[in-house]
């Protein structure tokens, strides 16, 4: 069965420099999140977006900016980087509105490190 | 305080086993518990899913959650070096926009 994708999987950026991370959901998956994981963290949840509309803001940095497309794949951007952004983001997708699907399904994350 | 705590571990249990990794949460208004199993450098893989109160079993896993105390549990029979790895537990509620709420994750290890 088809997965969340997420690109690249890897990422190594300089200090203020700009970065985008992409997300691809599970076929007719509605709903993406993203989420930042710290070494030895648990995932921390940014953002979400629901039939290309945001739906749901955690502690995302001003400096990010998310976006979901037209055939609801998702972008973060992130501007300004700083040191402490080193972390896994993970993408999940999931189908809203199903009891029994309504859960979240996990890519396998891009590693940014920030120089 | 987190609105879940989740002892980080490390646990580390022989082959065969039955481990018990719990959570506890604040918040009386989750509804859905999750629990995530986690390979190094990999995302999270969904194990078990359960709504609101009640025991699941899958396999090897069993899922409990007990509302009126504000806790759950994942059960691994018969435990198996691949199951080394770290679990987390996550819970939602309707009215947070379907926002996870990650426990840290219990570091479990199985030797042969």
């Known amino acids: 069965a088809a997965g969340v994708i997420q690109s690249p999987r890897h990422l190594i950026k300089e200090k203020r420099e700009t970065a985008t991370l992409k997300c691809y959901p599970i076929?007719?998956?509605?709903?993406v999140y993203w989420y930042q994981q710290g070494p030895g963290q648990d995932p921390q949840f940014l953002i979400s977006?629901?039939?290309?509309?945001?739906?749901d803001k955690g502690s995302i940095p001003d400096r990010f900016s998310a976006q979901q497309f037209s055939d609801y794949h998702s972008e973060l951007n992130m501007s300004s980087l700083e040191l402490g952004d080193s972390a896994l983001y993970f993408c999940?997708?999931?189908?809203?509105?199903?009891?029994?699907?309504?859960?979240?399904?996990f890519g396998p994350g891009t590693r940014l490190t920030v120089l | 305080q987190k609105e879940v705590e989740q002892d980080p571990g490390p646990l580390s249990v022989p082959e065969g086993a039955i481990v018990s990794l719990n959570c506890t949460y604040s918040?009386?208004?989750?509804?859905?518990f999750m629990w995530y199993r986690q390979y190094s450098r990999k995302g999270p893989e969904l194990l078990m899913y359960?709504?609101?109160?009640g025991n699941k079993e899958d396999g090897r896993f069993t899922a409990q959650v007990d509302k009126s105390s504000k806790y759950i549990s994942l059960f691994i029979r018969d435990s198996q070096p691949s199951d080394s790895a770290t679990y987390l537990c996550?819970?939602?509620?309707?009215?947070?926009?379907?926002?996870?709420?990650f426990g840290t994750g219990t570091s479990l290890t199985v030797i042969p």
């Open positions: 999940a997708s999931s189908l809203v509105g199903t009891a029994t699907t309504d859960t979240q399904y």
């Open positions: 076929p007719r998956h509605d709903t």
């Open positions: 977006f629901y039939e290309k509309m945001q739906s």
């Open positions: 918040n009386s208004a989750f509804q859905y």
């Open positions: 359960t709504y609101s109160s």
């Open positions: 996550a819970m939602s509620a309707p009215n947070t926009g379907n926002q996870f709420y």
